[in-house]
């Protein structure tokens, strides 16, 4: 029998995960892998990393290369190489190598397309200044490391996930780092006050944040590059980041004539197969099904890369017995200095806009069992659907325990969990590692008081003064650290002091962290009081840092 | 309307918890707490790390007070106070003053018992001796702080999870440890696999472990207390820590005939109320459902107290919108020194002991992305249901990461996932926090695997000259670490080598962690060799702390 030709473009994470599980599954296939870059499987999302100095060889970074997947999986590796045309009828690529320029055909039985995703680089004016950067692989990191060896100061636009690792790892190496972020807020993939933290944290370490504010244009000079701003700020550097979003590199799809989606992205089904049976796709460049809500998503991220190639592989090679990849939830994480933050599913302004009936709620509490010691406070925000309570959506931020939450309700959101169902998680508890009432069961229980009718919430202050604004913290935490406009009242004294109050006219109670404010909207709506809490309190809606001890 | 009367007897998790639950959901109630001992609201599990020295205040660990209750919850707390008879019939409780021996009846309209478990003491000679200690409560723990205090040499009898924190907290405090168990393993509620790093741990620290070790009686001298072992064994020390399991307090239960289990714990409903409906009953006196494979479980830990306080409160005070406990999966965790290991769910030998038909896989990876630095090893092992794919327990052990696979799995587990699910969990990704591909998705990977046929695993190396064993690491570390018994061909040469192996007799694949010898049977079975890889490699099986370089 003729072995089975398969044919990869793009040798990265889908391309190798692909061409990795294919030989697995098939020793006799003849599997080509061409790969445009001089690398193939290298850690992308450690680049950044190896910039700031915290991955000290360039080396581990290249986790493989032609030689040992030659050795280790008998793949025939071609970097240099760039895919230039498909032809379906024949089934057949042309390949260019970059080097001597030659062309030739490679025919396939089936192909892999997983091209990526290049970094976004929108026309203005001085954007070709060779000192305008992006990172997308090893050429692009020695570039900026190149850079950075004679620069004192630099820019980032775009405050997302990789604008914000690079912000810190630039810091890190002394560099003065202006970040620039057309939202008002930074990591606009969270709701924003969930994001305060995180820009405190950036500002605490020196880093100058300029949100809502849009790039026009570079002014170069022989000794700087000057970013222009539309508020008129200028900002000088000696190199640019730029770290606004990535754009599928789809050109050769679209020239095949394969479906493309709204956005650009390569359509596949749920065995990543293209329009095109013999044509799968991964990776980047792909969309796939958005596990929460349903409808296209595309997640530009490793982990779902590397699992879709995988996938593609069982179809081909498997049979039945290959299973469907199920889509994504849109997990993804942050760390800058000491904070982390991040989200799985939906966030509010999403389903806001989606006009989605939602709930939601924010509570804080500390990573592991306070009395422990090195207690860490996590502030965790979860979305749930109004109607089901099943959960759509959480975000985390704190200084320890994030990823740990999140991957705990990206799994709960897997599986449809509800509000009811956060609420008796079994997690693993001694005092090191969490608390025998984990922040995830707390939220599920302030989910579910709020379903019930058991509180009311708000999450900010009214300036209407008919409302009593009551702060139910401890007197000299409440003198020391004051919300304007409330009255203290410290929960302990609330219910000698009702007569205090006014019965007509309506209250909100506040503390640091909204569960003191909670038990005291119960004493007061028992005693005949219309009552709202701050949600998520002080901590999550006025100050990130509010102190929780005099 | 005359106010509700609840009586809550035992004022720690599951009765405090319930009395604060209560109150918030009822101002108006008489709640009345009685507490056996001088404290209520104690952090039991934080008891080991004061005596430790980790915790540094005593007043950390009681974290509230008969005073605080009433300002916060208007509780009428009552300590030193016993309950000695239940009279159903009549609603009440007699109640003995402990300091005073006045006796007297509290009337009811619900009733709580949440007398929680004692240190089991079996009856055997010499066990009288004042030395010889258990821990429950801060006296218990001021207790052990004060022998200590003129102390070189402990025996902790009992290496489950208090016993193992008490092993480590003594050795901090720079005591000679003896640790005795009667199984022939540590923490002998997991697999005894999975526990070979905890006692390698262990023994670096100096703690002199005694396995499979019956002990048969104490010898008082005036500055000893020996220990005797069945083996004939004796061990000397200045005091002795008996942590050899608990016993629930069921007395006052049992009295007032209420529907005990088979093992003694009190027979409680899905909204935690016992034989008689007045009469709630939650925590470690209870036994509950498990949720994994149904039948009666009890799980004497503070999360699910916690949790079952505030069921019994909603059902007695919200009617319809209360909702049932929904019993428990039984996930735990323990850290001794820098590892830590816990389950969640069933273990094998629990499986095999119930006749269920499962699959099990063992994988090893690090806790995040082995490029960045401080990438610490896991060891992960799954069980699922043989037919369906059903998760039933997981089990992790390591320096890092591990409370965040389980919870993980302890999720996965409470909603039915199967290990089709966990290849596609979508886990946070970034390099300080995890892998694209998380160990959790490799067990799945691995599972799937096995299920699909595409390997056979053994789980230890046969004795039989005719199995061919293949060790397929590098030729240095296969020299430097080699496996008796073991013929060494390199993944990377195996195809090249196949000529070199007997096709006529059966091969063992084996390398570190069990993923390349995998790789290298799916090489040899495509050749025609009848396979089977060590699952979870030498470092599950033979060495936990294997080097995975020269």
Redesign the interface.
């Known amino acids: 029998m003729k072995p089975l030709e398969i044919l990869v473009i793009g040798g990265v994470?889908a391309g190798a995960s692909f061409a990795a599980r294919a030989r697995?599954?098939?020793?006799?296939a003849h599997i080509t892998v061409i790969e445009r870059g001089p690398d193939v499987s290298f850690?992308n999302?450690?680049l950044p990393?190896h910039i700031g100095g915290?991955?000290?060889t360039r080396a581990?970074?290249a986790?493989q290369n032609p030689q040992?997947l030659k050795?280790?999986l008998?793949l025939d590796v071609r970097t240099g190489c760039e895919a230039i045309l498909i032809d379906r009828e024949a089934k057949r690529v042309l390949v260019r190598d970059l080097a001597g320029g030659n062309e030739s055909w490679l025919g396939y039985d089936a192909l892999m397309l997983a091209p990526g995703a290049a970094p976004l680089v929108p026309p203005m004016p001085g954007i070709n200044d060779p000192r305008i950067l992006t990172l997308r692989n090893l050429q692009d990191m020695d570039r900026i490391i190149t850079a950075m060896a004679r620069a004192t100061r630099a820019v980032v636009v775009g405050a997302g996930?990789i604008g914000l690792?690079m912000a810190e790892q630039l810091c890190h190496k002394g560099l003065t780092v202006d970040l620039v972020e057309l939202q008002p807020q930074v990591l606009p993939q969270l709701d924003a006050k969930m994001t305060r933290l995180l820009e405190s944290e950036l500002s605490a370490h020196g880093i100058a944040i300029h949100l809502d504010e849009q790039l026009t244009g570079f002014t170069a000079s022989e000794h700087s590059v000057q970013a222009n701003l539309a508020s008129g700020t200028a900002l000088n550097a000696d190199f640019v980041i730029m770290s606004i979003g990535v754009r599928p590199e789809t050109g050769l799809a679209r020239e095949a004539g394969l479906t493309l989606g709204a956005r650009g992205h390569i359509v596949v089904d749920a065995f990543m197969r293209t329009s095109d049976p013999a044509i799968y796709a991964a990776g980047d460049a792909v969309e796939t099904t958005d596990?929460v809500l349903g409808g296209a998503i595309a997640v530009p991220?490793?982990?779902?890369?590397?699992?879709q190639g995988?996938v593609a592989a069982d179809h081909l090679l498997?049979g039945d017995?290959a299973?469907p990849?199920?889509g994504?939830?849109?997990?993804?994480?942050?760390?800058a200095f000491d904070i982390?933050a991040?989200l799985?599913g939906w966030t509010e302004q999403r389903l806001a806009k989606a006009g989605i009936a939602y709930g939601t709620v924010t509570v804080n509490d500390n990573h592991h069992?306070s009395?422990?010691?090195g207690a860490k406070p996590i502030t965790l925000k979860i979305c749930w659907e109004a109607e089901s309570g099943r959960l759509l959506g959480a975000q985390a931020t704190g200084g320890d325990g994030?990823?740990?939450r999140?991957?705990?309700l990206?799994?709960?959101i897997?599986?449809?969990?509800t509000i009811?169902?956060l609420?008796?998680?079994?997690?693993?508890?001694?005092?090191?590692?969490?608390s025998?009432?984990?922040i995830v069961?707390l939220a599920g229980?302030a989910a579910?008081n709020l379903r019930?009718g058991?509180v009311r919430r708000v999450d900010e202050l009214p300036d209407d003064p008919t409302t009593q604004v009551v702060d139910v913290r401890g007197q000299a935490l409440a003198a020391a650290h004051p919300v304007e406009g409330a009255v203290n009242i410290p929960?302990?004294?609330l219910?000698q002091n009702l007569n205090g109050l006014d019965r007509d006219r309506p209250v909100i109670t506040l503390c640091t962290a909204g569960k003191m404010s909670y038990?005291a909207a119960?004493?007061l709506s028992?005693?005949g009081f219309e009552v709202s809490s701050l949600s998520g309190g002080i901590k999550a809606n006025l100050d990130p840092r509010v102190p929780t001890k005099v």
Chains 1, 2 share one sequence.
């Open positions: 994470a697995r599954l098939n020793e006799a850690a999302c450690g990393y915290e991955i000290p581990a970074l986790v040992s050795a280790l008998n996930f690792e596990r991220l490793g982990g779902p890369a590397n699992r995988r498997l017995k299973r990849y199920p994504s939830v849109g997990t993804a994480i942050v760390r982390a991040g799985t069992a009395y422990y010691p994030i990823d740990k999140l991957d705990v990206a799994t709960a897997t599986a449809g969990m009811d169902d609420c008796h998680l079994e997690l693993a508890y001694a005092p090191p590692f969490g025998a009432k984990d069961n229980f579910t019930d058991l929960l302990t004294t219910r038990f119960r004493v028992q005693n």
